[in-house]
């Protein structure tokens, strides 16, 4: 018989299959009397960008095979670092000097701000774009020069180009969050190209949390540019379509150098024992991948239609999240939704008076979310059009 959630976690683990694991959390403590929890787990919860599913069913078998080996530090376990490393290295073309890993793709950020940047070497990002590296620019006294979007919301590229000279790292974010909006490509090699030109000691860092999210075909991996081209890496993590955001699993791609450099900043055994036997598991299955980018399209293509249909729209989704215009602060709009049960994204700064960030749950998240939009914006619109920076 196959392994499923339901016959593999049982006891204290035990979740429906299907649901999220957060709302099993929640039963158990509903059980228990605890009236905070049960109103948590009936909360829809999409303001954090994670995948509603969780891991798949083969990832959880993974995790229950090794479970043993929690006792282990893990270099003596089955799954290794080294493991993953190699695996990651023939799936992108790359010898295994040019991979490291980190407890997130947020570890590798930070310390590639706190690898390549310095008071006299600044730190270039989108803004707002994701925080990490401006987060720790600031904490570290970098300097930090912010790029604003064109009139679609995408990263202003020429702009990108023009601050990179004499920075230490350039973070490039693609898709964006929180403006989910991505470049092709094209325009991704001639930026990297322009920049090297521009500023041939600058780190370029690619950050593709949302790749397997993406549909536009225009849009490609950078893996075999930052494969092939000095100081530029990629980072990727497995807390979105692998659906592992709590299990803490992200790597980096890229010019040797450059990854050696960020990887004297790792935190040793910073990926447990059972996150590298679920990492494995979930890099290996790309069937399941594909599956959770199918849905998420269906989905998102709900949602977007719902949003039409009140007259209303975002930028051009490449992610599993969308960025509404809509039309309104979005705080008071966050606090009906979160009034009626559903938690959407925070403000992102300057465009919280006009667009809000709403992450794409399932299919039946989305349509209850979408009837407590439908009354959260009933009022007439209360805010101007707010244009790129
Ligand atoms: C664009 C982007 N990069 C990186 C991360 C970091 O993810 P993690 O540290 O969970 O791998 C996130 C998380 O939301 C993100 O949105």
Redesign the pocket.
């Known amino acids: 018989m196959s392994l499923t959630r339901r016959r593999l976690l049982t006891g204290p683990f035990a979740p429906d299959p299907g649901h999220a694991w957060i709302a099993a959390r929640g039963r158990e403590a509903a059980r228990a009397g605890d009236v905070e929890a049960q109103a948590a787990a009936a909360l829809i919860r999409i303001s954090?960008?994670e995948n509603p599913l969780g891991p798949g069913a083969h990832v959880v078998a993974a995790i229950a095979a090794r479970y043993p080996e929690a006792s282990l530090y893990p270099g003596n376990a089955t799954d290794r670092e080294a493991s993953l490393v190699g695996v990651l290295a023939k799936k992108f073309g790359a010898r295994d000097e040019q991979v490291t890993l980190?407890?997130?793709?947020?570890?590798?950020?930070t310390n590639a701000v706190r690898a390549f940047t310095s008071t006299s070497r600044p730190l270039v990002t989108a803004w707002p774009?994701?925080e990490?590296p401006r987060d720790t620019a600031k904490k570290i006294g970098t300097p930090v020069r912010e790029v604003g979007f064109d009139s679609a919301l995408r990263i202003d590229l020429d702009k990108l180009v023009e601050a990179s000279k004499g920075a230490g790292l350039v973070f490039f974010?693609n898709?964006?969050?929180p403006t989910a909006t991505v470049h092709g490509k094209t325009a991704v090699a001639d930026t990297v190209k322009a920049i090297r030109a521009a500023s041939p000691d600058t780190v370029i860092l690619l950050?593709e949390?949302?790749h397997d999210y993406v549909t536009d075909p225009a849009y490609a991996t950078a893996m075999p540019l930052a494969v092939s081209t000095p100081n530029v890496f990629v980072?990727r993590?497995?807390?979105?379509a692998h659906g592992m955001?709590g299990l803490?699993?992200?790597y980096a791609v890229g010019d040797a150098r450059v990854i050696s450099a960020l990887a004297a900043y790792k935190m040793p055994n910073g990926l447990g024992t059972l996150t590298l036997a679920a990492a494995m598991a979930s890099i290996a299955n790309t069937a399941h991948i594909d599956a959770e980018r199918a849905r998420n399209t269906e989905v998102r293509a709900f949602t977007v239609k719902a949003f039409a249909d009140m007259g209303l729209s975002g930028t051009a989704s490449q992610a599993n999240f969308l960025f509404m215009d809509i039309k309104r602060p979005a705080k008071g709009f966050r606090d009906a939704c979160r009034a009626a049960g559903v938690l959407v994204g925070r403000d992102f700064p300057p465009f919280e008076q006009q667009y809000c960030r709403i992450s794409v749950g399932t299919m039946d998240e989305m349509q209850k979310a979408v009837a407590v939009f439908r009354t959260a914006l009933a009022g007439a619109p209360t805010t101007s059009r707010q244009g790129g920076r």
């Open positions: 954090s960008n980190g407890a997130g793709s947020g570890e590798l950020l774009s994701f990490a974010c898709p964006n969050n950050d949390a949302y980072a993590t497995f807390s979105k955001a803490r699993a992200g």
